[in-house]
């Protein structure tokens, strides 16, 4: 078993900058490929981005690419998603996601996640 908790969302103006934290425990961290997810009001869950186990890949969707990096530090059990160059579209509430097994493509797939945080909300007004 595996809880997840995120913090750090919140109210920002768009061209601001967040920087949402996940904190893992029940299982070994250092072992799992994470995720980032988010879902907008009316709109399906999508992915976000992605990290190898080791920190050494990361994967971006590309409505994000080049304004987000995901990043981890396994000593501390934490997953981070530094958030710049917000825009009114990245509104939605964002969630971590862990694997019951291990994977080795599609980090975009949420059916290879099955350990979900409860959410923090991003708001970006324009």
């Known amino acids: 078993q595996v809880q997840l908790v995120e913090s750090g969302g919140g109210l920002v103006q768009a061209g601001g900058s967040l920087r949402l934290s996940c904190v893992a425990s029940g299982r070994t961290f250092s072992n799992d490929n994470m995720g980032w997810f988010r879902q907008a009001p009316g709109k399906e869950r999508e992915f976000v981005a992605g990290?190898?186990?080791?920190?050494?890949?990361?994967y971006y969707a590309d409505s994000v690419k080049g304004r987000f990096t995901i990043s981890r530090d396994n000593p501390k059990r934490t997953l981070y998603l530094q958030m710049n160059s917000l825009k009114a579209e990245d509104t939605a509430v964002y969630y971590c996601?862990?694997?019951?097994?291990?994977?080795?493509?599609?980090?975009?797939?949420?059916?290879?996640?099955?350990?979900w945080g409860q959410g923090t909300q991003v708001t970006v007004s324009s």
């Open positions: 990290i190898k186990w080791s920190g050494t890949s990361t």
């Open positions: 996601a862990a694997p019951k097994i291990q994977f080795s493509s599609r980090y975009d797939d949420a059916a290879r996640y099955v350990y």
